[in-house]
């Protein structure tokens, strides 16, 4: 059963087009990452998925995921609240008790490496902190379906491979549906379950690629495995060049 279903989206602004042809299904407990270049429409195809852009034409499975567990660019963490604080902001809408929503943060904070720094303010933690702060918040949202706008884009190469290596461990054990964008290889193997590649702007879906590969040989970034998949996926990408 799709969690997730659009069909033939096409999206401009203004003269720009930045969507021509978009069809994606994405199914329960799937993992999928949307990889293209740079601008070519990725966050505006999650904003339309989440319902917080309109569309010109095609289809779009309905309700949009207004519930879904997001995790933009920026972790967006309130500056004025802990990680703790911030972490318990969905249970907090949702209503729950204050003594329940900290236990339910606090047998959390260990699976996201945060349980010696509940009591950090975003400006005390490094930028894998935040990121790692703000998915927590997404997941205890309590949603089936978490979307990851590039999470790691802004770091470091050293803690981004870190933290591609543990997502993927942790996307293993939450046992959610997750739909991320990004524009780099190394990262669409180390996450995914499938990729979907699109175009250049105005986006079109080039294809697609099974990612079947243990957490071993995800984490191999030099291993055949690993390296194949990688292979595969770039020759997707440039049959837009061919």
């Known amino acids: 059963m799709s969690v997730i279903s659009a069909w033939h989206l096409a999206k401009r602004f203004g003269d720009l087009a930045v969507l021509a042809d978009v069809s994606l299904a994405v199914a329960r407990r799937d993992v999928v990452g949307l990889l293209g270049p740079s601008g070519c429409g990725k966050t505006t195809l999650l904003r339309i998925l989440l319902g917080l ?19 933009p660019q920026d972790a967006l963490l309130l500056p004025w609240k802990t990680v703790l604080g911030n972490a318990e902001l969905p249970l907090q809408i949702q209503g729950v008790p204050a003594a329940e929503r900290r236990r339910r943060v606090r047998d959390a904070l260990p699976d996201f490496g945060l349980e010696e720094f509940a009591s950090l303010y975003p400006h005390e933690m490094s930028g894998g902190m935040r990121q790692r702060a703000a998915l927590l918040r997404a997941v205890l949202t309590g949603s089936e379906v978490l979307v990851l706008d590039e999470p790691f884009g802004a770091l470091d190469t050293l803690t981004r491979h870190r933290l591609q290596d543990w997502l993927a461990d942790l996307t293993e054990r939450l ?57 595969r996926l770039l020759a997707l990408l440039e049959r837009a060049d061919a």
């Not at 569309?55 to 995790?71: F, I, K, N, V």
């Not at 175009?199 to 191999?220: I, K, W």
């Open 175 to 231: 046992d959610r549906t997750v739909l991320f964008v990004t524009h780099d290889l190394e990262e669409a193997v180390v996450l995914s379950h499938r990729v979907v590649a699109l175009s250049a702007r105005p986006a079109v879906v080039l294809g697609e690629e099974s990612v079947d590969l243990t957490l071993a040989a995800r984490r191999e970034r030099l291993g055949r495995e690993f390296l194949a998949a990688r292979d």
């Open 53 to 71: 852009e309109t569309y010109d034409s095609g289809e779009l499975s309905a309700p949009p995921l207004h519930r879904a567990g997001y995790l």
